[in-house]
């Protein structure tokens, strides 16, 4: 059974139209990760949430969000897409021993 | 900031061949060190850990050992197969425990 879930597995948006991309977990874990993937490039980390502090990479434009209104859930909101935000955006869970659990991630296209 | 370099690929070999995949390491302190696999589609799975100098994490018949004086750790497998087909990517703990930071990952391909 999976255990991270992400949702859609494909997401097809315009440029400049919101898009909330989500994750679910039945981990219990208390940190979650957003990644973002490249094509044939290393995951980038955005930000993750311990619990619910929050933590933004300097890096990670303002132009992506996330919210995490309890363990199990976690999104990310882009607020206006453009052509470079497409990518893979994974999800994952960490335990207690630093082993990192992903979801199948969602590819999102921005046209 | 703690970073990773790993060996570029694509990687292809033959069934049965030796791998090694190359892994090196900048980093403050004491990071713990990883390898994940992506296959087609699919996230991210962990394959092996350490956690510490001259630990060796092995999985599935991958192994890799943590070398402080080098500040590498490679990922070999003494007998490839077709279904090892995947990206590999080289990961340490960054600044913070909480952040895992990854290599550009590299391809592996096994000729059947």
């Known amino acids: 059974d999976a255990m991270v879930i992400q949702n859609p597995r ?12 989500s994750c679910s977990q039945t981990l219990n874990h208390n940190v979650m990760y957003w990644y973002q993937q490249k094509s044939s490039q290393a995951p980038k980390l955005l930000f993750h949430y ?10 990670t434009p303002d132009n992506f969000q996330s919210r995490r209104p309890n363990t199990s859930f976690c999104f990310l909101d882009i607020r206006s897409p453009g052509l470079g935000d497409t990518a893979m955006y994974l999800c994952a869970t960490r335990t207690s021993d630093e082993k990192l659990f992903f979801g199948s991630g969602t590819q999102l296209s921005v046209l | 900031g703690n970073s990773v370099t790993q060996m570029e690929g694509p990687v292809t070999l033959s069934e049965e061949a030796f791998l090694t995949i190359n892994c090196t390491y900048t980093a403050t ?4 060190l990883f390898w994940y696999v992506q296959y087609p589609g699919e996230g991210l799975q962990l394959l092996l850990k350490a956690t510490k100098a001259d630990d060796k994490g092995s999985n599935k018949g991958f192994e890799a050992t943590y070398r402080k004086e080098t500040t ?19 990961a340490l703990t960054g600044s913070s425990a909480s952040k895992i930071i990854f290599g ?6 096994i000729r059947p």
């Open chain 2, 104 to 109: 550009s990952g590299t391809r592996l391909s």
């Open chain 1, 50 to 59: 311990y619990d619910k502090d929050f933590n933004n990479e300097a890096d």
């Open chain 2, 29 to 32: 302190g004491y990071p713990s």
């Open chain 2, 72 to 90: 590498s750790f490679h990922l070999e497998k003494g007998s490839v197969q077709v279904s090892d087909s995947a990206v590999y990517f080289c």
């Open chain 1, 10 to 21: 494909y997401q097809v948006t315009q440029f400049g139209k919101p898009v909330t991309l």
